[in-house]
């Protein structure tokens, strides 16, 4: 009898501590994830609107606010799409760093256009287990405001940006489209990509 309510217990101890590794960890909240739109995003327009600095300088504060504030890893593989599985373990290191660079470089280009506009975060939503928090940029040359939407996921104490949607472009998608189109005409060859990446970043 006793070794049998040893193994109840160390089976019901297992079960316990097997449902509390199962538990996923909590999503971020849309007012956290608002104020940390907020924040990130006064940084990186102050950053790519100093015209004191270089553009590889802007480029370089960017990048570590990129680095932060992004899920790298899961965007670089949804952007691979069905291509991050046949890849071999070398192509994708290869392909994280370059994605990396180019991505940045994207990124910045993008919301480098941006000025001394104000940036006015809006509010955070749930959306598909995710967070979208919505932010509007002022033009300063009389242009209609720029919506910007920043989907974000993890929990309150580090959230990730997953996803940049301006005026309702995903640049995620819209990265998934042009690199598969890329694989596509050179049959299926993740090795084309790459080529591509690195002539982008200046290493072809």
Not at 94 to 113: D, R
Not at 123 to 152: K, Y
Request: hydrophobic fraction near 40%; charged fraction near 25%; aromatic fraction near 8%.
């Amino acid at each position: 009898m006793r070794l049998a309510r040893r193994s109840i217990l160390a089976t019901a101890a297992v079960l316990a501590l097997g449902l509390t590794f199962a538990q996923p960890a909590a999503a971020v909240s849309p007012d956290v994830a608002a104020q940390f739109i907020r924040k990130l995003g006064a940084e990186a327009i102050s950053v790519l609107a100093d015209k004191s600095k270089t553009q590889a300088d802007r480029e370089a504060t960017f990048q570590k606010l990129f680095v932060q504030s992004f899920d790298i890893d899961e965007i670089s593989q949804f952007v691979l799409g069905r291509y991050w599985r046949t890849a071999s373990e070398a192509q994708r290191a290869e392909y994280q760093k370059l994605f990396q660079t180019f991505i940045v470089s994207s990124y910045a280009a993008k919301l480098g256009q941006y000025s001394g506009e104000k940036f006015t975060v809006r509010e955070g939503r749930v959306d598909d287990g995710d967070v979208v928090v919505s932010s509007q940029v002022e033009r300063t040359d009389g242009g209609p405001p720029v919506r910007v939407d920043w989907r974000l996921k993890g929990p309150d104490n580090a959230p990730k940006i997953i996803d940049v949607v301006v005026e309702g472009v995903s640049m995620r998608l819209t990265h998934r489209s042009e690199f598969a189109t890329v694989i596509q005409n050179n049959g299926g060859n993740v090795d084309a990509l790459l080529n591509a990446l690195r002539k982008r970043s200046g290493q072809g």
